[in-house]
């Protein structure tokens, strides 16, 4: 019995964020997205950090290879495996999930605001980084801000999207794992 309750606790976890991942097709604001969300939500119920880490960037890739390649094929002349940059971004949502194991070190509604919201501050600091080095921006310390400030509009989107996906998917689980047992963590 353990075991099929570890199987499905995981396939059940498994499953959320792999949705949450694909829910990114439907029509949303810029940058609300579940990815900081799937993140958080890795890292405060999978009991191996690995999967923690791998299971939201193993659901973000095949999302993002279904939206580059289904969604907007007319951007990329040929099969396109990374976008541009992809690498900023999944360090960000691997910081977030890294960030995320000292956030949680138990689950509340105050700790997931927080992870949301730290979420949401990652994403800022490393995705506009990584915008910095290319031609738009002068190379010094003021072409630095100059990046992060262009980027400031976009941060309630991601501050959005961080707070709605969090809520639905910690309050989600939190309401299966009342009424189905087996989705109740397992202590060895």
Do not use: E
Request: include cysteine; glycine fraction near 8%.
């Amino acid at each position: 019995m353990n075991s099929q309750k570890i199987n499905l606790r995981f396939v059940a976890l498994a499953g959320i964020i792999l949705i949450a991942a694909f829910s990114r097709i439907v029509p949303h604001m810029p940058n609300f997205s579940p990815l900081g969300a799937i993140g958080l939500f890795g890292a405060a119920h999978f009991n191996k950090k690995w999967q923690a880490i791998l299971i939201p960037i193993c659901a973000t890739f095949l999302s993002d290879l279904f939206i580059n390649n289904v969604i907007y094929p007319q951007y990329y002349p040929t099969f396109t495996w990374l976008s541009t940059g992809f690498y900023w971004q999944y360090a960000a949502y691997i910081l977030i999930t890294l960030v995320a194991f000292f956030i949680f070190k138990k689950v509340s509604t105050a700790t997931v605001v927080i992870g949301a919201l730290a979420s949401s501050t990652i994403f800022f600091l490393v995705s506009n980084f990584g915008c910095w080095p290319g031609n738009y921006y002068p190379q010094n310390f003021g072409g630095l801000m100059q990046c992060y400030t262009a980027g400031v509009p976009f941060i309630q989107g991601t501050i959005v999207g961080d707070l709605f996906y969090s809520a639905v998917m910690f309050g989600g689980f939190a309401l299966a794992q009342k009424r189905f047992m087996v989705l109740q963590p397992v202590f060895a």
